[in-house]
Structures are given as C-alpha cells and as structure tokens.
C-alpha cells in the first residue's frame, strides 16, 4: 500500500471517529427529548416534527453538494434506533386510577409486548393463562381493563368463558378478525368494549410509525385514554368498522399469505436447491423469498386461523385461483396480445400508485442489496 493512500485512510478513519462522537453527542440529546416527552405523555413519534427536520436537512445537503437521499436515509436509520431505545424507558401513565390490567394469554407473544408497554407505562399487570382459570375471580378481581390475547380460533370462546366483569371495566381484544370478537365482547359485557388490531408482528423494535387499527364497540369515551396511551407509545391509530375491517384483512391477509404458502409449499415440493436460487437472486427476489421465508418461521397455527376464519376468505381465494386458471389458459394459447391487454388493464387500474411503488421498492431494493451478507 502506497503511504499517500495510508495517510488518507488513517483521514477517512478519524473522519469516522468523529462521525461517532456526534452521533453518541445526538443521542444523549434524544434520550433528554425522550424523557421530556414521557414526562409530557407526548408521542414519542411526531410526523410533522419528523418531516419538517428531513425537509431542512435534505435542503441543506443540497446545499452543500450531498444527496439529499443520502442523509434522508442516514438520519431515518438513526431515528429508528431512537425510537428503539426510547421504547424501553418509561411512558407518562394515563389512566392514573385504572385498576390492574389483566391480560388473557399474557405470556403469548402479543400478551408479552402489550404487558411490557403497559408495565413501562406504570399499569399494574396481570396474566391469566390457559392453566389459570380456577384462580380466575382472583386474578381479575378488581379489573380495570381485560385484554384477550390468545390464539384466534380461541377468542370467542374464551371471551364467553369470562366471569362476569366489573361494569366500568373495559374489555378489549387483539385479534387478527374483528367481527366475531367483538360481537362475543358485546354480548358477554355490558360495560366499554373495544376491538384492537395491531397491524404488525410481536418482533418490532417499537411501536413508532406501527399501525393499530381500532374498532369501537361500546362507550368509547371510556377507553379514549386507552387510544392515546398506544399513541404515546408511538403507534398510528385507524379507526374502522369490524365488517369493513375484515373485508379488508382478507385482502391484506387472507390472500396474502394464501400465495405465500402457496409459493413455498410449491418451491418444497419442488425441493429446490435454496442456496443456489439464493446465489442467483437479484435484491428483489431474495427480498420476495425472504417475505415468503419469514411466514414459515412462524405459527402455522396462527396463520391457519388467519386464513380460514370466514367463509367470505375462502371465496375470496376461490376467485383468485380462478383467475390464476384464466391467466394461464391465455399462456397456453401463447396469446400474448391478450397478456398485454390484460397488463395494460392492471397497469391502469394502479394508476399513479404504480411509479410511487417503484420509487419505494427502489428504496427498499438498495437497502436490502447494502445488507446481503
Ligand atoms: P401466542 O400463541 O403467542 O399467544 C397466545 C397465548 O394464549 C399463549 O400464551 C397461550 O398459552 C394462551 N392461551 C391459550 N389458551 C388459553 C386459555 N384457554 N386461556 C388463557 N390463555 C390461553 O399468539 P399471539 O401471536 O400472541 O396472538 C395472540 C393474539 O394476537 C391473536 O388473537 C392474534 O390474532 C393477535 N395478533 C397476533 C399477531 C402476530 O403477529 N403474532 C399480530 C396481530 C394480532
């Protein structure tokens, strides 16, 4: 190695160093907004102050000669790991005199991040799991809220297996369905019932930016705080109606993960040589394995329940094979005009969505390639 290319990188790693320094320097900075905030019981996520900074910040590389995108994507990085890290130090409590929340499947991977939001947030909580029932009027004696957490093709059953529940007790759910829990809610409870759904798995970092869609079932004004509470923690909430909500989810889920079973059933019985495919993938195949990959880390319990919780979900798939037996029959007769037509169609109906996907799959691609190992 020449001295002159030494020299330079002995610069370039001082640079770095530096580069450490500000950031530990930042996040000591962000860890005092964090804990102002909690005092505050303000969201620890806040889009306007989040795009106003990233507009600044991309002006002034500009200004300076550097991709806006560049720090757009450095700083998003970083307050990731902010939002990370604010998620495991205290949040402003709420309901100052709610009595203890009890959690019904607790210790299952949902019950567990909820119970340690909640604890986080200065709540007393209970678990009650599948071997706890004869201690059921103790563990809920003097409940202030009950969330059911158990796996899907359980709830309604053991939302009605439910002892009476104090009246200004709330009684909510986080089923991946909606309709058929809140229904059972409503007619074992009188008193505040609401359906949650988290929109994300028990493996996210925090809840900034996560979606919890929410539907009210019956005197919302008690469980106002409850909302607020989950946006404290940082999660976005959307309210919807449980019918739509569960048309929507056999979309977003039933299909979804319908096609992705399907995919890697195909591929095992296949018995495809994973490396090699892996070797040959370009960013977004392996992206679109992994996406097929993941859902078999998983409970196939849960997506089982998931997939076949209505009738409505069955039919739905039915139309879609249908379609996939049309789209075959047209390569078969190697129409290929009739391709086209039918791309151009499909192409149409997504509109201007289709260039922003590509410009977000873009991003997504580039990140995925910089983290192949
Ligand atoms: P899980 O299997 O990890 O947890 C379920 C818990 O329920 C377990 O601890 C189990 O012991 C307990 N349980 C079973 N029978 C019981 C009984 N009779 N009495 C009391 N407890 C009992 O499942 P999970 O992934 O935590 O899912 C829980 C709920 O969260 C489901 O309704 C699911 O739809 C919803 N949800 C899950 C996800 C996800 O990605 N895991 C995402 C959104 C919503």
Redesign the pocket.
Same mark, same amino acid.
Do not use: N, Q, R, Y
């Given at each position: 190695m020449t001295t002159e290319l030494s020299q330079l990188r002995t610069q370039i790693d001082e640079v770095d160093k530096t580069l450490l320094s500000l950031l530990v320097k930042r996040m000591n900075l962000v860890a005092q907004v964090g804990e102002v905030k909690s005092q505050l019981g303000l969201p620890i996520y806040d889009p306007d102050r989040e795009a106003a900074m990233l507009a600044s910040r991309r002006q002034e590389a500009e200004n300076m000669g550097i991709p806006p995108d560049l720090i757009e994507d450095i700083l998003r990085r970083i307050m990731r790991e902010s939002y990370a890290s604010e998620n495991n130090k205290g949040f402003k409590k709420l309901a100052t005199h709610l009595g203890p929340v009890v959690i019904? %499947?607790g210790?299952?991977?949902?019950?567990r991040l909820f119970s340690r939001l909640l604890t986080l947030s200065g709540y007393e909580v209970r678990v009650?799991?599948?071997d706890d029932?004869d201690n059921v009027e103790h563990i809920l004696a003097g409940a202030g809220m009950v969330i059911v957490?158990?796996?899907?093709h359980?709830?309604e059953k053991?939302i009605r297996r439910l002892p009476p529940l104090p009246e200004q007790c709330i009684l909510v759910d986080?089923?991946?369905i909606k309709q058929r829990p809140l229904s059972a809610m409503l007619e074992v409870h009188k008193g505040p019932v609401l359906g949650l759904?988290?929109m994300? %798995?028990?493996d996210i970092g925090s809840f900034a930016k996560q979606v919890v869609v929410y539907c009210d079932g019956r005197y919302p004004e008690s469980y106002q705080w409850f909302l607020e509470q989950i946006s404290v923690w940082g999660a976005r909430l959307y309210p919807i109606t449980a019918e739509k909500h569960d048309r929507n989810m056999s979309f977003i889920q039933a299909l979804r993960h319908f096609t992705t079973f399907s995919y890697g059933r195909y591929l095992a019985k296949e018995d495809i040589d994973l490396q090699q495919l892996l070797s040959l993938s370009s960013p977004i195949y392996r992206l679109e394995l992994a996406m097929v990959g993941r859902l078999f880390a998983q409970?196939a319990q849960?997506y089982a329940d998931i997939i076949m919780s209505s009738p409505e979900n069955i039919a739905l798939i039915r139309g879609y094979y249908q379609s996939f037996g049309q789209v075959l029959e047209i390569l078969e007769q190697q129409d290929k005009s009739a391709f086209i037509e039918s791309f151009n169609q499909v192409s149409g109906w997504f509109g201007d969505e289709a260039a922003r996907f590509m410009k977000e799959s873009r991003v997504l691609l580039q990140q995925a390639s910089d983290n192949r190992v």
């Open positions: 019904v %499947g210790s299952g991977k949902m019950g009650l799991e599948a029932w957490s158990v796996p899907i359980l709830t053991i986080l089923a991946s759904h988290p994300f %798995g028990p409970d849960l």
